[in-house]
Structures are given as structure tokens and as C-alpha cells.
């Protein structure tokens, strides 16, 4: 059963460190998306890939956040330094283009920064 | 800009009673429409989508949408939900050239028995 494997699923922190976020898209997929929900700003699309190269990622702060995609089978989301305003939880989705919008995603990392 | 407006923030509904789930886009052309479903502790699942063509779409799980555009609404219906289905919805739009999707705001389904 393909899926989206998202790892850690549950990260504590304290304010200052660094954050690293690891996704796996299903095999074959060639778009990636990284999305942030919270409570107060619902779901926010931070950035996305295409082919492993960044199409978007006007979402994200720049100054601390950094996203990439170093192979095929693999995209991180890097926090650095973290702060508490980051506690949210980080989704991964993937998909093909061509069935664009059709997205599958992970079951989220979900992080509290103290 | 496309945008996407959940009017509901939190439905309840009793266990075999019928379901909708309000949904209102804002966009100059035809959108492509989604409802996407939340389960607790889950990533989204894609229930449904519309792109063009018979405006009533039917999805997984036993739900269904209906396009109106003079409504610029895209509703979502179950005619008998069961307690599985208590979860939180989200409207999508994506729209041409665009390869992103606009997320609604939610809204949290409560089934009691």
C-alpha cells in the first residue's frame, strides 16, 4: 500500500534549536508539497518541488526555514533556529503532474517548541 | 485570487441522519473543486473531486458533491453518516496554471450516537 512516510512523527524542542523534518513521497511521484497546520491559520502551503527542483516557496520564512530535496525518495524541511510560534503540524504531501491537486498525504510531524 | 470559504466551523450530527457540509468558492473561471477528509491524528485523504463535466460527483465512503455555479458552491452530502466518519473536511480549489491548492478553514464533523 503506497503512502507517504513522514519521520519524526512527534518532535519537543526547545526554543534556539534545530528542527529536521524527513519525508519520503510515494514512489514515482514527482511533486512534493510541504504544508503547516495550526489552529489559527488552518492549512498554509510552505513550499513545493517538482522533480526534486523548488517551484515555490514564497510560503516560508526565509530567514529560518529551509526546504530541499536531495534525491528522488527524500525532501526535509529544515527549522533553524526554531521558535515556539513554529508549534504546528508539518504535513508532506505528493503527488504526479498531470493529476495535479491529487495529493497524498503523510501523517504529519507534529512539533512543539518550548 | 481563488479562495475558499467553510461557513460551518463545527457541524454535530446524529449517527444515521443525513449530512452536509457547506462549502463557497470565490473564483473568476471554472475551478477545480476537492473535499478532502481528516481523520484524527491523520494526514488528508482525497474524498472527492470535480473538474468538469456532471456537476454531481461522487467519492469514496459513500459521499457526494454537487457544483453550482450560480452558487459558487460545491456542497458536501451523505445521505446516513456513520461514527467513522467523525472527522474535520476541508474544501479545495485549484484553479488552471496553478499547482496549487487553496484550503478552506475546516469544518469538524461531531457524530453522537
Known amino acids: 500500500d503506497a503512502r507517504v512516510t513522514q519521520t519524526p512523527r512527534h518532535k519537543v524542542t526547545e526554543m534556539g534549536q534545530e528542527v529536521t523534518m524527513r519525508c519520503q513521497p510515494i514512489l514515482g511521484h514527482n511533486t512534493v508539497f510541504w504544508y503547516r497546520q495550526t489552529m489559527m491559520q488552518g492549512l498554509e502551503l510552505l513550499a513545493y518541488f517538482r522533480n526534486r527542483a523548488p517551484l515555490d516557496d514564497s510560503g516560508m520564512p526565509k530567514d529560518r526555514f529551509s526546504a530541499e530535496m536531495p534525491d528522488a525518495t527524500l525532501a526535509t524541511l529544515k527549522i533553524q533556529p526554531s521558535e515556539p510560534r513554529d508549534s504546528a503540524v508539518y504535513f508532506c504531501?505528493?503527488?504526479?503532474?498531470?493529476?495535479?491537486?491529487?495529493?497524498?498525504f503523510g501523517e504529519g510531524s507534529r512539533l512543539t517548541v518550548l | 485570487a481563488q479562495s475558499v470559504t467553510q461557513p460551518d466551523i463545527h457541524i454535530t450530527v446524529s449517527e444515521g441522519a443525513s449530512l452536509e457540509l457547506r462549502c463557497n468558492y470565490s473564483?473568476?473561471?471554472?475551478?477545480?473543486l476537492f473535499w478532502y477528509v481528516q481523520s484524527p491524528g491523520q494526514g488528508l485523504q482525497l474524498l472527492l473531486k470535480y473538474f468538469s463535466g456532471d456537476t454531481l460527483v461522487q467519492g469514496i465512503k459513500g459521499f457526494e458533491a454537487e457544483f453550482k455555479r450560480s452558487q459558487s458552491s460545491f456542497n458536501l452530502r451523505k445521505p446516513s453518516v456513520h461514527w467513522s466518519d467523525a472527522a474535520e473536511y476541508f474544501c479545495a480549489v485549484g484553479t488552471d496554471g496553478n499547482e496549487k491548492l487553496t484550503f478552506g478553514t475546516g469544518t469538524r464533523l461531531t457524530i453522537i450516537p
Open positions: 504531501a505528493s503527488g504526479l503532474s498531470g493529476t495535479l491537486w491529487e495529493l497524498f
Open positions: 473564483y473568476g473561471a471554472t475551478p477545480y
